[in-house]
């Protein structure tokens, strides 16, 4: 009836235009080790970030590096971007979004300035990991890939 109650298809797609890597080729030992919990990696060719998967902003860092989603089935996803960015303390972050916000998976989420970033020595490499609620291992290669196809 008027696609009212349709229920959205879960989708995992890719957060940035770039390179896509398996997760245990990133150069930092809690994600290549899936301490956070599995998934992939993309290296940014922008400052263009999207949602890989829709649902509810349930943090975003006050430094804009990073954004936790989760579905309201319970799917949590954090999505981080590049390696230690954390020191920068917001410094070529800007957030799309807030805390609570509903996002759609390929919806902009953060922009950064890739050149001022990688300028003081930062690996921009872009983690998108699911610490519970998705069971999946993430065997997807090495390709050129857009933001906002769809890998999952």
């Keep these: 009836m008027f696609g009212f109650f349709k229920k959205e298809e879960f989708k995992i797609v890719v957060p940035a235009d ?22 992939f990696a993309v ?5 263009k970030i999207v949602a890989p998967i829709s649902g509810t ?31 920068l303390n917001g410094e070529g972050f800007k957030p799309l979004i ?8 390929g919806q902009p989420v953060i922009e950064f300035d890739k050149e001022l970033i990688e300028s003081k020595g930062y690996n921009l490499t872009t983690m998108v990991v699911f610490p ?20 999952v």
């Design 132 to 151: 519970s609620g998705y069971d999946h291992e993430f065997h997807l290669g090495q390709k050129k890939v857009t933001a906002g196809e769809q890998v």
């Design 98 to 105: 807030s805390q609570g916000d509903k996002v759609k998976a």
């Design 57 to 87: 902003a349930a943090s975003v860092f006050p430094t804009g590096h990073a954004v936790g989603i989760e579905t309201k089935d319970g799917i949590e996803c954090i999505l981080h971007v590049g390696l230690d960015t954390v020191e």
């Design 43 to 47: 290296i940014p060719e922008n400052g």
């Design 18 to 39: 770039g390179e896509l890597i398996q997760l245990s080729d990133v150069p930092d030992e809690v994600f290549s080790q899936k301490v956070m919990g599995d998934g």
